[in-house]
């Protein structure tokens, strides 16, 4: 069965801290995976995906084939990272396909 | 062009009654996705349109629910005889071959009383 399992419903760090949001994934095939964040009182969006291997905000996320993990960090959180993070894949390449979602962690960011 | 849009954006009813919930996708986008996320979960699929044609819909999406995208354009999706169990945000997301993300509205929440 295809599932995404975000471990953590809550994450609370201090502002500076290093922060790990864990994602791990069921699927056969060469799923896209993705995360998406929603910040208070917006829209959902997408944060990055794993085959642009980029960082966002500071953002990194590996794709760990054999883990089957696309864990999400950043070196120092800032009090503007709170918020929702979903982990995402797709059974199709480049977003084509219906989005299966994790639970979410909601990421708090003290100062 | 502002982006997904989707009204309207809170729907309260009354068990039994039926509601109709409106999306319009960014205009060049020709994939539109219709999600429902309740408390506590991710969004989950519900059903996907190619232009006009509906092209996969999930088992969540009981026959109580239809949806329609007669021009390719904008999407409707309708709940009849709704029940609390359908109380929930719905959401519209839209793209087209060569994006690289899903693009959402902000949702329509429904609760059923």
């Known amino acids: 069965a295809q599932r995404v399992t975000q471990p953590e419903k809550l994450l609370s760090v201090f502002k500076g801290a290093p922060v790990e949001l864990k994602c791990n994934y069921s699927?056969?095939?060469?799923?896209?995976l993705f995360w998406y964040v929603q910040y208070s009182r917006q829209r959902l969006q997408l944060l990055l995906r794993?085959?642009s291997r980029e960082s966002i905000k500071g953002f990194t996320a590996d794709l760990n084939k054999g883990e089957t993990s696309f864990h999400l960090k950043k070196p120092f959180a800032q009090e503007e990272d709170s918020a929702m993070y979903y982990c995402?894949?797709?059974?199709?390449?480049?977003?084509?396909?219906?989005?299966?979602f994790g639970k979410g962690t909601k990421l708090s960011v003290k100062p | 062009d502002t982006g997904v849009s989707q009204n309207p954006r809170h729907k309260i009813t009354k068990r039994g009654q039926n509601v109709t919930f409106r999306c319009d996708p960014i205009?060049?986008?020709?994939?539109l996705y219709w999600y429902r996320q309740t408390l506590g979960q991710g969004p989950e699929f519900l059903t996907y349109?190619?232009?006009?044609?509906?092209?996969?819909k999930s088992r969540l999406l009981s026959d109580r629910f239809s949806a329609e995208r007669p021009k390719g354009s904008f999407s409707t999706l309708e709940i009849q005889r709704t029940e609390q169990g359908d109380s929930a945000m719905y959401l519209c997301?839209?793209?087209?071959?060569?994006?690289?993300?899903?693009?959402f509205g902000p949702g329509t929440r429904l609760t059923v009383l």
């Open positions: 794993h085959i």
């Open positions: 349109f190619q232009n006009e044609a509906q092209l996969e």
């Open positions: 205009s060049e986008h020709n994939r």
């Open positions: 997301a839209s793209t087209n071959p060569g994006e690289n993300e899903q693009f």
């Open positions: 699927y056969s095939g060469s799923p896209e």
């Open positions: 995402a894949l797709s059974r199709v390449r480049g977003s084509q396909g219906n989005l299966i």
